[in-house]
Every structure is written in structure tokens, then in C-alpha cells.
């Protein structure tokens, strides 16, 4: 409907008895009569639409009106009022140039009612000419507020960046430093192998032990994949069988080598096809030359791992910051989720992480790069919840039409009369110098704001849980 300026207009006298203006002058009041109009709004009609330019400021005369806002698919009422007085509409058009200002709620009369309307410039324009003190602390503590706001933000990022980067630079060190140590040890055994081939050079190895040793070494390496996993006490007790083995067959420092036939996963009965061929006065360099053989390819599988560790963790970095991404997009929500657990591996040592993920779940048209901030935001805060001893889980599944995060932990909880602050600007139960107090504050704004999901906390001691809901269909871009 329509509430274009009206013929209409009010007393000043009558303006007086609202408390919002009673304290005014005749003067005052005046101006009021003469700028402003009253208009009238049948039961169930809607006006003042969330989102839509704020043009005017409007205060209730009569009726009874609900004001509401948007959530995901869903009208949340937060007001439900029939006092005379109440205010809504432009209301901050005096801290703000009011042609760039929006309504931030629905509001919807529930009878017939009647409205005081003013222009939001008129008002804007009327509070900064009678009340110039009082606007101007007003905008220093708004535009302060807003100010500091940001400026924290931007710094729990950087601080969340920097977190992020030391934590990943530790994943990294990881297999980079142990692909160093194997190709030290892979040069090393090289010029073993080097060495042997000389003596073949030499003549000093019967052919036909030579043919027996390759054999026998093609046998070995095609064996190294599917060498057992064994328990530290198996690997002890395998060790011992070894060498005896090898003292058995006067192999000298036989401690040497059982470790890297047991890493292989050779047996006692299989270097007995060795024995059986070779003489006790070539028993050692036999033994030797499959040793190297065999560490030689060990060597160059831990290369390999390390080397694929280091490309699995830049790529789960790349997903994480979506580098190659479009802003918005339809994405599989657990790509995301998943690259922050990987970006947030050193965090998470000495936890328990249980992954439930739903692969059927439909993609979902996100922000993904602001998401993965909501994922690190509540995964960094359930792990300092448990205080590095606990079980964080990471679910997902449908909830009617949209998805459903959850980030859980085994922590203390949080209090009931602080679950209904937690997503406030600045407020933290963190010890000073620890926490911004904007992490969940920031989440909150990316799921509700940006994505018009839902993000709500249920806690008990024990069992924590931050939910996500994601819609599926687009949001509409106004």
C-alpha cells in the first residue's frame, strides 16, 4: 500500500500527548503539525518492507501491529505492540545519509490502525536542528561503535589468517623435512648400490648368485605395498626373529638391517631363499644388496607420501580460500568443511574428530569463502572450549529445505543465561586479551545476513552444538 503524504493532518496539541514528543515546544510541535500527515492502514495490511528504502518515520496512533524479519524462508515476529507512541521506520536517517538507509523490519497491522508519518529527511533534518549536542554524541557513538567494530573485525581476521598460517606452515614443515631426511638417506644408499655394481664390474659376484639376488629382489619389492601394519611390540618381536637370523648367518651388524626388512615386511623364510644359494663368503654383501634394494624403495615411497601430503594440503588451502572460485556459487558444503579441518590440523591434535557427513546432500548456493570463516570460527571455538581433550564432531544433513551444520563438542557448556548473548557484538567469556568477542558475532551476520540461514546454539555440560541452517534455493538479490 501506498503511504504517499496525505491531506490529514494532526494537532499540534494533540502530538503532545504522545511521549515521544511531550516534551516539546508549541513551536516544536508546530513544525511537527505541519510536516507530518496521518495516514490509515486496514487489518493485515503490510507496509514498512524489510529491506525497501527507508523513506519515512512513523509512529502508531491507534491499532495494534506486529513488526517481524526475515530468516532463511521464514517470518520471525519480534514485536507484537499496540501502544500508543511506539516508533519505527527512519529511525537512525540523523547518523546517516537516509537515502542509503533500508527498513530492518516487516511490520504488519493486525486492526485497523492509524500512524503519525514523517519524512525521514524532514526528521533527520529536524533532530540535528533542535537536538545538535545530542546528535552529535549520538554519531560519535554510533559511527564509534561501528568504527571499532570494524576495525576488530578486520583484526580477528588477520589474528584467525595468522593462526591459520602457522598451523598450516607446521602441516607443511612436516613431510617437507621428512622428504629431505629420506632423500639424504636415498643418496646414501645410491652410492651403495654403486658400489655393489663395481664389485659386479670386478667379477667379484658369481653370475649366478647374481641372477638368484635379482629375483629374489623384484620378489621382495613387489611385496613392500602389501607389507603388514604392526603394533610397535610385533615390529620389536619381528626385529629379534631377524636377527637372529642374521647372527645365525654371521651377517655382521645384522640391528642394521632387521629394521628395514621389517619395514619391508621380509621374513626370516623368505632370506632363507637367499642362504640357500649363496655362500657363507658372500652371505654378507647378498644380504646387503637387498637391504639397500628394499630401503631404497621404502625411501622412495616415504618421498612420494610426503610429497603427496604437501599437494594435499596447498590444495585444501586453495579450497579454503577458493582462490579459483566465484564469489557465489552452488558448492558441496563438505569441501568447505573439510579444508578448514585439514587448515586447522595442528589445533585439533590430541582431539577426537568424528566426521558425519550426509554425501547426499543436494550443493548449496553460498558464499563459500565467508562460510569457511563461520566453519573456522565455531571449529576454533569448540577447540578451546575442550581445552585439548575431547571429541569434536562435524555433522550434516537435511532439515526440511535447507542443510544442517553442526559443529559439537564435549566441553563445559555454555551457561543458559549467556546463550542469548553469545552472538553479540563484543561480548566473550573468554579472559581478557584472548578473544575479540566478534567471532560469533561475525558468523552470525555471514549465515543470517548474507545467506538468510539460521544460526542457533544448543548446550548442555558435555555436549555443545552450533547449528547452521543453509537454504537451498537462491536468495533473492534486491
Do not use: C
Not at 591459520?164 to 613431510?175: F, K, R, V
Amino acid at each position: 500500500m501506498t503511504l504517499a503524504e496525505g491531506t490529514q493532518r494532526l494537532p499540534a496539541q494533540a502530538l503532545r500527548n504522545l511521549f515521544l514528543f511531550e516534551k516539546l515546544s508549541g513551536e516544536q510541535l508546530q513544525w511537527l503539525a505541519e510536516h507530518g500527515w496521518v495516514i490509515e492502514v486496514p487489518s493485515g495490511a503490510t507496509f514498512l518492507a524489510e529491506g525497501a528504502p527507508a523513506e519515512l518515520f512513523i509512529v502508531l496512533l491507534s491499532g495494534s501491529i506486529t513488526m517481524s524479519r526475515r530468516v532463511g524462508e521464514d517470518d520471525v515476529e519480534t514485536v507484537r505492540t499496540d501502544q500508543v507512541g511506539v516508533y519505527a521506520g527512519a529511525m537512525q536517517a540523523y547518523v546517516a545519509d537516509p537515502a542509503r538507509q533500508t527498513y530492518t523490519a516487516t511490520i504488519r497491522a493486525v486492526s485497523d490502525a492509524r500512524f503519525f508519518v514523517l519524512r525521514a529527511e524532514d526528521f533527520a533534518s529536524m533532530m540535528h536542528t533542535w537536538f545538535p549536542m545530542a546528535i552529535h554524541l549520538l554519531e560519535g557513538l554510533f559511527l564509534g561503535m561501528r568504527s571499532a567494530q570494524h576495525i576488530i573485525g578486520q583484526r580477528q581476521q588477520l589474528l584467525a589468517l595468522g593462526a591459520l598460517s602457522a598451523g598450516l606452515t607446521h602441516e607443511l614443515n612436516n613431510p617437507a623435512a621428512a622428504a629431505v631426511r629420506a632423500t639424504a638417506a636415498l643418496r646414501d644408499r645410491v652410492a651403495g648400490m654403486r658400489h655393489k655394481l663395481a664389485m659386479l664390474a670386478k667379477g667379484d659376484v658369481d653370475p649366478r648368485l647374481l641372477g638368484l639376488l635379482v629375483d629374489v629382489q623384484e620378489e621382495a619389492v613387489r611385496a613392500v605395498p602389501e607389507a603388514p601394519k604392526m603394533t610397535a611390540l610385533e615390529e620389536s618381536a619381528q626385529e629379534d626373529a631377524l636377527n637372529d637370523w642374521l647372527d645365525g648367518h654371521e651377517v655382521p651388524n645384522g640391528w642394521e638391517l632387521a629394521p628395514i626388512f621389517v619395514g619391508a615386511g621380509t621374513t626370516p623364510a623368505f632370506l632363507d631363499k637367499v642362504a640357500d644359494q649363496a655362500s657363507p663368503s658372500v652371505m654378507d654383501g647378498a644380504v646387503r644388496w637387498l637391504a639397500y634394494t628394499l630401503e631404497t624403495e621404502l625411501l622412495m615411497n616415504e618421498i612420494t607420501d610426503s610429497v603427496t601430503r604437501i599437494s594435499s594440503l596447498v590444495a585444501a588451502a586453495k579450497q579454503y580460500s577458493n582462490m579459483d572460485r566465484a564469489p557465489h556459487e552452488r558448492v558441496d558444503i563438505h569441501a568447505g568443511l573439510k579444508s578448514t579441518l585439514v587448515m586447522l590440523a595442528s589445533k585439533l591434535e590430541g582431539l577426537e574428530v568424528v566426521k558425519d557427513f550426509d554425501p547426499s546432500l543436494p550443493k548449496v548456493p553460498v558464499y563459500a569463502g565467508e562460510l569457511n570463516q563461520v566453519w573456522t570460527n565455531l571449529i576454533d571455538n569448540a577447540v578451546q572450549a575442550m581445552n585439548g581433550h575431547g571429541t569434536l564432531t562435524v555433522r550434516t544433513s537435511m532439515d526440511g529445505d535447507h542443510v544442517r551444520v553442526e559443529i559439537g563438542d564435549t566441553g563445559p557448556g555454555v551457561p543458559e543465561k549467556l546463550r542469548q548473548r553469545i552472538f553479540e557484538p563484543f561480548f566473550t567469556t573468554k579472559p581478557v586479551g584472548q578473544g575479540t568477542g566478534l567471532g560469533l558475532d561475525i558468523s552470525y551476520r555471514i549465515v543470517v545476513g548474507r545467506h538468510g540461514g539460521d544460526l542457533t546454539v544448543e548446550s548442555r555440560p558435555g555436549d555443545t552444538r552450533f547449528i547452521v541452517r543453509l537454504p537451498l534455493t537462491e536468495r533473492s538479490q534486491d
